[in-house]
C-alpha cells in the first residue's frame, strides 16, 4: 500500500451483526471514503474487553461484523485493509510505549472516563484508564493522517493528537499526526422513536434482517404519538418513520410528509411502504451476504490477509519508534 493518497483509519468494536444505526452513522461513510483515500478499517476486539463481562461471544461478533462489512461494501479488492485489532500485536507494544508519555491526568479528567466509571463502577479496570492510549496507538501505528470523526468525537481525536505531539517532541518527528474528517455521522433513532438504536436496547433493525423481519421490526415503530387516530393529522417532523423515509424512500418522502400532514395516509400504510423499500435497499446486500455466509473460512482468510498487510505497515512503525526511544 503506497501511501499516494491520504490514509483513513477507522475502527469499532465488535458488536455482531450491524443495524441501521451503524450502517447510517458509520459503514455507508467507510464505503464512500474508499473513493478517495487509502483505508485501513479495524474491528477494535481488544477494545471491547475493556468493558465486556462476557467475552465468550467475541468471536461471532466479530464474524458477523466483518461478514456485514463486506457485503456491504468494505472492499479488500479496492486496496482496503480490513482486520481484527489483536491480530497485529504490535498495536500492544506502541500502547505500552505511548502510555509512558501520556499523563495519568490527562486520562482520569477525560469526560468519557468518567462516565465509564458511572456506568461500571465494580469494573473500573487499568483498559479502561488507558482506552485512550490504545485508540491513540491504533491510528497512529498505521500512520493515518485522517480520521473520520463526528463532531461528538472530535475530544477523542484531540487527544490521540497530543499523546503524538508529545511523544514527536521527546523523540522526534516519528509518529503522524491524524487531521478530522468531519463526517456526518447520523444519529439514528431506534424503533421506541426515543433512544438511539442500540442493539442492547433491543430497539434496532438489523441491516441483514429478512424481509419479514423487517416488517415486523417496522410495524412496531413508534411513530407521531399526537396522532391517536387514523384522521388526525400527523407531524413527520416527530417521526422516526418518516426521518427513515427520507433516506430510503427519496422518490416519495415528499409526497408522505404532504400525505402526513393531511391524513391522507396512516401510519399502517406509512409503514409497510417503509418496510418495503428498507427490504428492497438491502436486498443486494442480503444477497452478497448470503454468498459470503457460506465459506466461513474465506472470510477469515479475508481477516488473516489484511491483518497482514496492517502488519507490515506496523512492523516498520514500532521499529522507527523502538529506535527512536532508543530501545536496544
Ligand atoms: S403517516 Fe408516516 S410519517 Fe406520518 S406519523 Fe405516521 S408513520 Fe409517521
Not at 51 to 60: A, C, V
Not at 209 to 223: W, Y
Not at 228 to 238: F, K, L, T
Not at 285 to 295: G, T, V, Y
Amino acid at each position: 500500500m503506497s501511501q499516494t493518497k491520504g490514509r483513513v483509519f477507522s475502527g469499532a468494536r465488535p458488536t455482531g451483526r450491524q443495524h441501521l444505526g451503524n450502517y447510517l452513522g458509520a459503514i455507508r461513510n467507510y464505503v464512500a471514503m474508499q473513493d478517495s483515500y487509502e483505508c485501513i478499517y479495524c474491528i477494535v476486539d481488544l477494545h471491547a474487553l475493556t468493558t465486556l463481562e462476557n467475552t465468550g461471544m467475541l468471536r461471532e461478533w466479530t464474524y458477523e461484523m466483518a461478514l456485514d462489512w463486506l457485503a456491504a461494501g468494505m472492499d479488500p479488492d479496492r486496496g482496503t485493509i480490513i482486520f481484527v485489532q489483536s491480530h497485529v500485536p504490535q498495536v500492544t507494544e506502541l500502547h505500552t510505549i505511548l502510555s509512558m508519555v501520556t499523563p495519568l491526568g490527562w486520562l482520569t479528567r477525560l469526560p468519557t472516563f468518567k462516565e465509564k466509571v458511572r456506568q461500571q463502577p465494580d469494573n473500573v479496570n487499568y483498559g479502561l484508564v488507558g482506552y485512550p492510549v490504545l485508540m491513540a496507538s491504533d491510528i497512529a501505528l498505521y500512520k493515518a493522517d485522517t480520521v473520520p470523526v463526528g463532531v461528538d468525537q472530535l475530544p477523542h481525536l484531540e487527544f490521540t493528537r497530543e499523546i503524538v505531539r508529545r511523544f514527536n517532541a521527546h523523540f522526534g518527528d516519528i509518529l503522524i499526526e491524524p487531521q478530522a474528517k468531519h463526517t456526518e455521522f447520523t444519529k439514528v433513532l431506534g424503533t421506541d422513536g426515543q433512544q438511539k438504536m442500540s442493539k442492547s436496547l433491543n430497539n434496532h433493525i438489523e441491516i441483514a434482517a429478512t424481509p419479514d423481519e423487517i416488517t415486523q421490526r417496522v410495524m412496531g415503530m413508534v411513530t407521531d404519538p399526537a396522532r391517536r387516530y387514523r384522521n388526525d393529522p400527523g407531524h413527520p417532523e416527530v417521526c422516526n418513520v418518516y426521518s427513515l423515509h427520507t433516506f430510503f424512500s427519496p422518490g416519495d418522502y415528499e409526497r408522505i410528509e404532504h400525505e402526513c400532514r393531511s391524513a391522507e395516509i396512516g401510519c399502517v400504510q406509512c409503514k409497510r411502504l417503509f418496510a418495503q423499500h428498507l427490504s428492497d435497499y438491502f436486498a443486494p446486500f442480503r444477497e452478497r451476504r448470503a454468498a459470503l455466509a457460506e465459506n466461513p473460512d474465506h472470510v477469515w482468510d479475508l481477516l488473516t490477509d489484511g491483518a497482514r498487510r496492517a502488519s507490515a505497515i506496523a512492523s516498520e512503525t514500532i521499529a522507527q519508534v523502538k529506535d527512536a526511544v532508543g530501545l536496544p
